[in-house]
């Protein structure tokens, strides 16, 4: 298993290239299968995630290839309907797979989705959803088995205790493509990956209004044809890397991203006194000696993202004076917290809300990563540390960061991996 080796305590300097979103790639893969003709998208980063999506539609029979950060789906012959428990058990947002298979088949087998543990995040709005459209579900030792005679427009309110749902609005998007009649979304998710995807339906030939707010309208339409789609750019992983220059008091450029999609985050590194510049498709961060601490409170699109909630906590572990970080979409996202403490953090914990008091430094120490986001800010933490470092269990990583050590590199990290 890999680990991370970190040599921390020295500034960030430098420009890196945004990667294509992976929250965008899946669906957007996923939703190739309602066509037979093939698709080919553009700018798809090589994480182990889209790989596993790849996998998954080639066990289903489609024909899939990667040439650099293109990929081509050619779903003309879909010989299966079930996806298997092996392969996703391992990603969670393999979910979104269930309408477009359905939609496509008229029935699906499907085992109940893996990935992060970052507490429970039911599939309740996604059954709900198809339910309305009119796929009969049940539930058959450990899998979701849904039929379908014939897919229906209607309308459907997908809100639920935490806000809106990103891959429940995907699934009940695509499928409500290929529905007879109008389709009515109402709280449908906001995100900009969920933007995306209604482009690349668009450009497949589906008639929808209104993505990006929480009112999406789908006309359905009997049949869809391949389309060609270029990703946009991955924010995630673009404020990852302006909280590292942030945190190690560095200087930090990310080209090519959307500066349009991260004003929560670049707000409240203002808000902190860190230095701001953006152009049209590039964003800046100069980081100063201290920072002022923050009051965070993440919610779905437009608000603080939930999965820069985990960096930014890393960023505060240094700030002067204590922050505090409310979790109201995943409440139970914390089990980073412990491992930052053995860097020298002062986090506490208080139901969905942390406490971070800020401290003069870090100290390099054994740590293991339990989530993505979370190894991410295990990473900034130990790149801002002093002394050494060692993460271990970065698989994680590879899920959902391309070339992260190899950009970190880039920016002066000393970083390496150890198999």
């Keep these: 298993m890999d680990k991370f080796i970190i040599s921390g305590g020295k500034p960030l300097k430098g420009t890196v290239t945004a ?15 309602l066509s037979r003709e093939p698709s080919v998208i553009h ?7 889209t790989e596993t999506m790849a996998r998954i539609l080639t066990f289903l029979g489609a024909r899939v290839s990667f040439s650099d950060s293109t990929v081509t789906i050619e779903p003309g012959n879909l010989t299966r309907c079930t996806a298997p428990y092996e392969l996703v058990s391992t990603m969670r947002a393999s979910i979104c ?4 298979l359905v939609a496509r ?6 085992s109940m989705p893996g990935g992060c543990v970052i507490g429970p995040r039911p599939i309740d709005l996604h059954l709900k959803g198809l339910s309305k459209l ?17 897919l229906k427009g209607t309308s459907i309110f997908l809100g639920g205790p935490f806000g809106s749902s990103v891959l429940a609005t995907a699934n009940v998007l695509t499928a409500a493509t290929v529905s007879a009649g109008e389709t009515v979304i109402e709280f449908a998710a906001c995100e900009p990956e969920i933007v995306d995807l209604a482009i690349f339906l668009r450009r497949m ?4 209004r209104g993505e ?4 999406i309208r789908v006309e359905g339409t009997r049949k869809l044809h391949g389309a060609t789609h270029t990703l946009l750019p991955d924010r995630i992983e673009t404020g990852t890397y302006l909280l590292a220059g942030a945190a190690t008091c560095g200087s930090v450029s990310v080209r090519r991203c959307c500066p349009e999609n991260l004003f929560s985050l670049l707000d409240k590194l203002e808000e902190a006194g860190v230095e701001v510049a953006r152009g049209q498709d590039w964003i800046g961060v100069k980081g100063k000696k201290f920072w002022k601490p923050l009051d965070i409170v993440t919610w779905p699109y437009p608000g603080f993202p939930t999965d820069l909630q985990a960096q930014m906590m890393a960023f505060l572990t240094l700030a002067e004076g204590v922050s505090s970080i409310t979790e109201k979409v995943y409440p139970d996202r914390f089990i980073h917290v412990a491992e930052l403490n053995r860097l020298g953090a002062c986090i506490s914990l208080d139901g969905p809300k942390a406490l971070v008091r800020g401290v003069k430094s870090l100290f390099g120490a054994k740590v293991m990563a339990s989530d993505l986001r979370a190894s ?15 993460i271990s269990r970065i698989y994680h990583l590879d899920r959902g960061y391309e070339k992260f050590e190899e950009k970190l590199t880039q920016l002066g990290a000393q970083i390496k991996r150890v198999r």
Excluded: W
């Design 376 to 390: 991410a800010a295990l990473v900034i933490a130990g790149l801002a540390a002093k002394g050494e470092t060692e």
């Design 43 to 49: 700018n798809v980063p090589r994480l182990r995630d």
């Design 212 to 215: 990006g707010s929480h009112l």
């Design 97 to 100: 797979l269930l309408g477009p």
């Design 19 to 33: 990667s294509g979103a992976k929250n965008a790639a899946l669906p957007i893969m996923a939703a190739s299968i």
């Design 105 to 110: 088949c008229g029935q699906a087998k499907f």
């Design 205 to 208: 030939g589906a008639k929808i």
């Design 134 to 150: 009119g796929v009969s579900i049940t539930m058959e030792k450990g899998y979701i088995v849904a039929r379908n005679k014939k």
